[in-house]
């Protein structure tokens, strides 16, 4: 079974600093998938950045990188240069890849607010 | 090009009474996923679907939910009778095969069940 750990339940960053939302990750599979979702107050779910487990290079979109540590099974987002738009929940996600099962496994999210 | 569409986005009911959620994934997309979120147990799967049929129902609470997907553009979740605690948001998500297969969210519909 799979389960994502994030330990931070709210976070204070002020605009224009960067900030790291934690994210830990439990498997025995050798393959498998990390995500990044955004859930503004509107409560629509905004897929964010994906790491694969098998990708050697850190992915980026953007503002968004995932600093991907595969010996500590971590996978923390980094948001650099912070806005009052990025105040949210985060939640960090993760597919099996051996199974083939496809269904995303979440953690309990963190909440950031972004101030001014 | 359209994201995933939920109907409808709000909806509020009796206990005891049927309710039918409907979600179109975005066109090309194989995989199709049921998800709810409440406070208490977060986000968690319900079903999902590949090329229309169901693979994993085992989030699915009990026998009063059903899911159905007729064709690839369309599909329902049905809660009969529905119960207080049934009252959370639903997510329709898809995905297309493929490296990464990104799940992209509806908007989700809010439940009240009173």
């Known amino acids: 079974a799979q389960k994502i750990t994030q330990t931070q339940p709210g976070m204070f960053v002020q605009e224009k600093e960067a900030v790291t939302l934690d994210c830990t990750y439990d498997?025995?599979?050798?393959?498998?998938?990390l995500f990044w979702y955004k859930q503004p107050s509107s409560g629509e779910m905004i897929f964010l950045i994906y790491?694969?487990?098998?990708?050697?290079q850190n992915a980026t979109e953007g503002r968004y990188s995932l600093n991907f540590q595969k010996a500590r099974k971590s996978a923390n987002l980094v948001i650099s240069a912070s806005q009052l738009g990025d105040s949210a929940m985060y939640f960090c996600?993760?597919?099996?890849?051996?199974?083939?099962?496809?269904?995303?496994?979440f953690g309990s999210g963190t909440r950031l607010q972004v101030q001014p | 090009d359209a994201g995933v569409i939920q109907s409808p986005r709000h909806e509020v009911t009796e206990m005891g009474q049927e309710v039918t959620l409907r979600c179109k994934p975005i066109?090309?997309?194989?995989?199709l996923f049921w998800y709810r979120q409440t406070m208490m147990r977060g986000l968690e799967l319900l079903i999902y679907?590949?090329?229309?049929?169901?693979?994993?129902d085992s989030g699915m609470p009990e026998d009063r939910f059903s899911a159905k997907m007729p064709n690839a553009s369309f599909s329902t979740l049905k809660i009969q009778p529905s119960e207080p605690r049934d009252s959370a948001v639903y997510f329709c998500?898809?995905?297309?095969?493929?490296?990464?297969?990104?799940?992209?969210f509806g908007p989700g519909t809010r439940l009240l069940v009173l």
């Open positions: 498997t025995s599979d050798q393959s498998y998938g």
């Open positions: 679907f590949n090329n229309n049929v169901p693979i994993d």
């Open positions: 066109s090309g997309h194989d995989y």
């Open positions: 998500a898809s995905s297309e095969y493929g490296v990464g297969e990104t799940q992209y």
């Open positions: 996600a993760m597919t099996p890849g051996d199974t083939g099962r496809r269904a995303l496994t």
């Open positions: 790491q694969g487990s098998y990708d050697e």
